[in-house]
């Protein structure tokens, strides 16, 4: 099994930049792809960016530009750079890792931007 823990959520401006952080740790082999979504109240979870094991990576058309993906091998950590933070991008963020078809969740790191 994969365990996924985020930090790094809190209170900024709008304008503003956080950096989330996911840790894995388990069976961290069998991970392709690992990733955030993030859940807005009376929205749907959406996927906000991933990435694969081979480097590539997709951002949600709405943080493209400002939002940055990234990932540190050696601490089995991926990164979740927000730049130009809007009121829009206030959700809570789940950091996931698929692992054998199986999506991971963590138990996710409150964002709220103050315009």
């Known amino acids: 099994q994969v365990q996924v823990v985020e930090s790094g959520g809190g209170l900024v401006q709008a304008g503003g930049s956080l950096r989330l952080s996911c840790a894995a740790s388990?069976?961290?082999?069998?991970?392709?792809?690992m990733g955030w979504y993030r859940q807005a109240p009376g929205k749907q979870r959406e996927l906000v960016a991933g990435l694969t094991n081979g480097g590539n990576t997709n951002y949600a058309d709405s943080v493209k530009g400002r939002f940055t993906i990234s990932r540190d091998n050696a601490k089995n950590t991926v990164y979740l750079q927000m730049n130009s933070l809007k009121p829009e991008d206030t959700a809570v963020y789940y950091c996931y890792a698929l692992a054998g078809g199986r999506h991971n969740w963590g138990q996710g790191t409150q964002v709220t931007v103050s315009s």
């Open positions: 388990g069976s961290i082999f069998s991970i392709n792809v």
